[in-house]
């Protein structure tokens, strides 16, 4: 299975930033869609963001739109999510995982073991 390793998050204050990286194993990345999930605690898994093979498309969930952007670099096999203006409703456990359905569908079987982000106020 692909290997998904997430970092970056950490405690940070309301209104603060934060970078998550997502770095992949194997020789698939330049050939998916990727996407960010995030997971608090008490609620299920829900969709974050997702980029296209090359970039050029994204896509957001309407409670990060404006303050979130995923970006891609193909080169080093990384993913990012840059998290701006963060809210305590923004903390949560954020994983990094292939998109199969485009853009909010992942792969269920190659999750990692995701970063926790925790925002406080």
């Known amino acids: 299975q692909v290997q998904l390793v997430e970092s970056g998050g950490g405690l940070v204050q309301a209104g603060g930033s934060l970078r998550l990286s997502c770095a992949v194993s194997?020789?698939?990345?330049?050939?998916?869609?990727m996407g960010w999930f995030r997971q608090a605690p008490g609620k299920e898994r829900e969709f974050v963001a997702a980029?296209?093979?090359?970039?050029?498309?994204?896509s957001y969930a309407d409670s990060v739109k404006g303050r979130f952007t995923i970006s891609r670099d193909n080169a080093k096999n990384t993913m990012y999510l840059q998290m701006n203006s963060l809210k305590p409703e923004d903390t949560a456990v954020y994983y990094c995982?292939?998109?199969?359905?485009?853009?909010?569908?992942?792969?269920?079987?190659?999750w990692g073991q995701g970063t926790r982000v925790t925002v406080s106020s």
């Open positions: 995982n292939k998109v199969r359905r485009w853009p909010s569908g992942p792969d269920f079987g190659s």
């Open positions: 194997g020789r698939t990345f330049s050939s998916s869609a």
């Open positions: 980029i296209s093979l090359s970039g050029s498309v994204t």
